[in-house]
C-alpha cells in the first residue's frame, strides 16, 4: 500500500452557467467556479470548510465527500464564484418585469405620493436576478471531487518522499548499531582491567585485616556489577528489533502514522539509554549520531497519515 503524507494542495477551476429558473434555461452570463483544498498535519481529521453562500447546502455533500477519503489532517476546503459580467446591460425578463408592475401597484395603493420605479431600478433588478438563487451544488462536488483527487495524488508523492528518506535513516542507524556492538565487549572487558589494576593498588598499600583472596572476589564482583550497568546490548537488541518494525511498516504502508510516532519514541529511549550507560568516547559519539538521525525521523513521521 501506499504511505500517504498529510501535507498537500490542490486547486481545480471549472467555467458554469447561470440558470433562468423561471424559464427553467440557461440565461448567462457564464461564471468561474473554483475549488481548493489545503491540508496540514493533524493528530485526527479536522475540516475546515469555507463556502460563498450560493454552496452552503453543499456543506454536508463536501464533509462526507472528504471524510471517505481522508483519515488524518487538518483539511481547509475553499470555494469561489466569480460571475463574468459582459459589457451589455442585462435585459429584464417578462416575468421580472410583470413582478415589478404588481409590486409598484400594491406599493402605489396603499402611498399614492411614492415615485414610480424608474429604468435603472429595473435594470438594477435585472442584474441581480438569477445569480443569487443559483444552485452550484453539482458543480461544486464535481469540481471538488477533481480537487480531492489532485490532493490524493498529492500527499502520495509527498508520502513516497517521506518514506524513501525514513528508510535511508533507518540503514543509517541500522550501520551505527553494528559500529556498536563490537566495542560492547571491548568496554565491558576495559572496565574489568580497570578494577583489578585498582584493586592491585589498593593491595600494595593496605595494612592488613582482608585477606588478598577476598579482596580480589570483592573488586571482582564489583567490576561485573558495573560492567552489567554500562552493557548496552539489551539496548541495541531492541533497538535493532524496533528498526525492522519500521521498515516493516514502511513498506506496508496504509495508515501507519500514528504507530511510526510510537516506535520512534521508542528509538529515541533506546538511544538516550545507550548514551547515559556508555562508558566510552566511541559509543557515545554513535549514540549521539543516532539520536540525530532519530530526531529528524520524528520530524518528518508527524506528516504522515
Known sequence: MQVYSMTGYASVQG????QDLAASQSAGPAGRLGVEIRSVNSRFLDLSLRLPDELRGSEPALRELLSAKLKRGKVEVRAAIEMERSGALAAPSTHLLQTLQHSQAVVLQSLPQA?????????RWAVNESPGVQDWSAECISLARQALDALTSARAREGERLAHMLLDHIGQLRSLAQRAEPLVPQVVEQQRLRFVEKWREAMAVSTGGVTPEAAQDRALTEATAFAIRIDVAEELTRLTA???????????????????????????????TMGSKSAALPLTRISVDMKVLIEQMREQVQNIE
Open 15 to 18: 467555467q458554469v452557467v447561470a
Open 242 to 272: 524496533h528498526l525492522d518494525e519500521l521498515e516493516s511498516l514502511i513498506c506496508k504502508g496504509g495508515e501507519i502514522g500514528k504507530r511510526l510516532d510510537f516506535l520512534i519514541q521508542e528509538l529515541h529511549r533506546e538511544a538516550n
Open 115 to 123: 415615485a414610480p420605479l424608474s429604468v435603472a431600478d429595473v435594470l
